[in-house]
């Protein structure tokens, strides 16, 4: 007489999984929505299921996008089949995530008006697509853009309303949306929030804004009612997601990340943040500690190196940029406040910085480096100190900042052509496995 009861709940449960998954309507695609896969911005795809560390080596390129001047850090964003990704000549592209037919694409299904120049990463919520942009090199005022993820029915769309972000550029700063609000950081040391919905004008105000003590290149992270985002003053800042009820607000706290944050975005994983600056990673207690500046619970030091880009967390290890390859820590720590990596990841060749932010999918890390490469390593390590690549892609642009974007058992990053005219160098390189 209980079964009924019991089946019921066991089907709810899981209608409520399945609706947690990312996926395509009416499709089990997966959706990657945001630079760094999901809002907690762990650089993990946990849904991969087709490219893994015994078949990784057997990817080839698929096609090509044709965009408009080279990509610079904007990563793709890939929704209900169609890619999104910014250029330097400030268009955002749609072009079908399986591609056209042919090895290279040409006809997006559409781009956007200019809005000068574009390195953040689209962010796509509720058919919306959110990027950041500055308006020309000169006035560099920043702007929060939105278009129709559909497109407006024509090949070229202006935006459906743009958020005033300050006197100062939108650099690789992307778009967070979370509790009706898109959050994104400016060159002005400014958190902006605005309405996801717009202000029912072309141009828009934000609800409030929070001041760092210095310029921002993070993108925000928005977990439990708070945004964190990193300043090149060297903290970590946490703010209400609801603002202060004003216009200006202050954090809740702060904490020191040993030197400028530059473009590295926090990552949220078991109630702790991670975040790097340029010679550590460090490590703080998402809840702040109960006064306005906070120490990290531990760090990663190399005062010799760079780190460069956003942490990866997966599989109990977290995994950054270190100078020209890739240094891998235990995501809990050492037990020490200082702590050495497990191992790191290197790319044979020749050598240059890894800007772009590590993925993890289903045992594999990727990330681009300035070699024109797109590298892939084991996740969880070679039983060595030092690891080598498993596979390499290769783009026509020595520039890979762009961060890999694996999905559906296919890989998506920005670079350019070199070799083709200036106004239509940039591009989306797509893997697959042969057949």
Not at 68 to 87: C, D, E, F, R, T
Not at 253 to 268: E, I, K, L
Not at 294 to 302: E, G, S, T, Y
Not at 347 to 364: D, E, I, K, M, R
Request: one cysteine or more; charged letters at 10%.
């Amino acid at each position: 007489m209980r079964k009924a009861p019991i089946l019921l709940a066991m089907t709810l449960l899981l209608a409520t999984v399945l609706s947690s998954v990312p996926s395509s309507a009416g499709t089990t695609d997966v959706n990657w929505t945001q630079f760094r896969f999901n809002g907690r911005h762990t650089g993990r795809n946990p849904f991969e299921t087709t490219i893994n560390t015994s078949n990784v080596a057997f990817l080839g390129l698929s096609w090509q996008a044709q965009l408009g001047k080279l990509v610079l850090s904007s990563s793709p964003a890939v929704v209900n089949g169609v890619a999104y990704i910014g250029s330097s000549d400030g268009r955002l592209w749609a072009y079908p995530a399986e591609g056209c037919g042919q090895d290279l694409c040409t006809e997006p299904l559409w781009s956007s008006t200019s809005v000068a120049q574009i390195l953040s990463s689209p962010t796509v919520s509720k058919g919306v697509v959110y990027v950041g942009s500055q308006t020309n090199f000169n006035s560099n005022n920043g702007k929060l853009n939105a278009f129709s993820a559909n497109g407006c029915g024509a090949s070229v769309c202006p935006p459906l309303w743009q958020g005033l972000a300050g006197p100062d550029s939108i650099l690789e700063s992307s778009p967070a949306v979370a509790k009706g609000k898109v959050f994104i950081g400016a060159f002005d040391g400014k958190l902006y929030a605005f309405d996801a919905g717009g202000c029912g004008a072309p141009k828009c105000k934000p609800l409030w804004k929070g001041t760092t003590g210095g310029t921002i290149e993070s993108s925000p992270t928005v977990v439990k009612g708070v945004v964190y985002i990193g300043s090149d003053d060297g903290k970590l800042y946490a703010f209400d997601a609801d603002g202060c009820g004003t216009l200006n607000c202050g954090p809740l706290w702060m904490g020191p990340t040993g030197g400028p944050v530059f473009q590295s975005t926090p990552a949220f994983a078991k109630d702790k943040v991670y975040i790097g600056s340029d010679h550590s990673l460090s490590v703080f207690d998402a809840g702040g500690c109960g006064a306005s500046s906070c120490d990290p619970l531990w760090q990663a030091v190399d005062t010799l190196n760079f780190f460069n880009g956003s942490p990866a967390i997966a599989g109990g290890r977290v995994t950054i940029g270190l100078e020209n390859g890739l240094a891998v820590y235990p995501a809990g720590g050492c037990g020490q406040a200082i702590c050495d990596p497990l191992w790191t990841d290197f790319g044979t060749g020749f050598q240059a910085a890894v800007l772009s932010s590590p993925t993890v999918a289903n045992g594999v890390v990727y990330a681009g480096r300035n070699t024109a490469e797109v590298l892939a390593w084991p996740a969880n390590g070679c039983g060595s100190s030092v690891c080598f690549e498993i596979w390499k892609g290769f783009t026509g642009d020595q520039i890979v900042s762009s961060s890999p974007t694996v999905v559906n058992g296919t890989v998506y990053i920005g670079s350019a052509n070199n070799l083709a005219p200036e106004d239509s160098q940039g591009r989306i390189y797509v893997w697959e496995l042969f057949p």
